[in-house]
């Protein structure tokens, strides 16, 4: 007979307390096992969209004309990104450009971050910014602000691994220094 992980022996009487913490524990397992489940899905969740972002990057395509621009570097990791914004006379941006190289984190959250900020205005731009840098440095974040992040919500992931966050700040830095 091979024990389960999971197993809880049977109440053998039928005294009373005994009974009420069998109960109890079946209980507690059974919630250990369902948050487990449930931060599995998420984690799932979160690399899904990191990966699709990588593989498939959005606003990855190169503008001309008479734009703001910068490179960033993380030097720890390779990373490099390069950033074009074409900001209106309303103060939207209504053009960008997100390219790169480097790992997967720093170059999807690029594209993360050119999706979330394609048409907004400077000042929801950097709106969202402070909230990724919140929700990296596991900082409490209401939930209209999560929803005001679109995708980019699944960086949150990166939260559990402090030496990439590096990684997926580095569009981010390069988005403060343009606005
Ligand atoms: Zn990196």
């Excluded at 074409?86 to 170059?107: E, F, P, W």
């Excluded at 402070?130 to 005001?148: G, P, Q």
Aim: glycine share 6%.
């Amino acid at each position: 007979y091979k024990r389960q992980p999971n197993y809880v022996p049977p109440p053998p009487t039928q005294n009373e307390d005994y009974i009420k913490n069998y109960e109890q524990t079946t209980d507690m397992v059974n919630n250990y096992n369902r948050e487990k489940q449930m931060n599995n899905s998420l984690d799932d969740m979160y690399n899904e969209i990191i990966l699709d972002h990588y593989k498939n990057p959005r606003r990855n395509s190169k503008l001309s004309g008479d734009l703001l621009e910068t490179k960033s570097h993380n030097p720890f990791c390779g990373d490099e990104i390069e950033l074009q914004l074409d900001i209106d006379k309303n103060d939207n941006i209504s053009d960008l450009s997100v390219t790169g190289r480097g790992c997967a984190i720093s170059q999807s959250s690029g594209s993360l971050m050119g999706e979330i900020i394609y048409g907004k205005s400077v000042i929801e731009a950097k709106r969202i910014n402070e909230i990724i840098r919140n929700l990296l440095k596991n900082e409490d974040v209401a939930d209209n602000d999560l929803d005001s992040l679109g995708d980019a919500f699944a960086l949150e992931g990166v939260k559990k691994f402090p030496v990439r966050i590096k990684c997926a700040l580095l569009s981010w830095s390069a988005l403060i220094e343009l606005i």
